[in-house]
């Protein structure tokens, strides 16, 4: 639901502006839906690497864009953002088969492929 601080201009702004493929807002109530990937060996007992988010870094690690001082990189954020249509479709848009996550498995598939997206956590939304 859009609240007094969702601005939608900023956010087509940015993607105007800047190399991202995505801008995103936060939920409004809802901190830390945003994070950077982590892909390695987390637990000593288990023999296999695995993917884990490292959720809330996005605002830590603090690598902001230029003219907007308070958004920053990321890797993942919530559902609530806008694209590049092209740039989602050449990574084969949403995958009709998953029912859940399915917004992780799109932004796996642009950090493969190379592709920023943006966080603005003072854009809000309401869930």
Request: aromatic letters at 10%; hydrophobic letters at 40%.
């Amino acid at each position: 639901m859009f609240i007094k601080s969702t601005n939608l201009e900023k956010l087509v702004e940015i993607l105007d502006a800047s190399d991202a493929t995505v801008a995103s807002a936060a939920y409004a109530g809802l901190p830390g839906l945003s994070g950077y990937f982590k892909f390695g060996y987390f637990d000593k007992n288990v023999a296999k690497r695995t993917l884990q988010c490292n959720y809330g870094a996005c605002t830590l690690n603090n690598h902001t864009i230029p003219n907007y001082p308070s958004c920053v990189r990321c890797e993942i954020t919530s559902n609530v953002f806008l694209a590049r249509t092209k740039e989602l479709l050449d990574i084969g848009g949403w995958d009709p088969e998953l029912m859940i996550v399915e917004h992780m498995d799109v932004f796996i598939r642009l950090k493969a492929a190379g592709m920023k997206v943006v966080l603005c956590p003072d854009v809000k939304f309401k869930h």
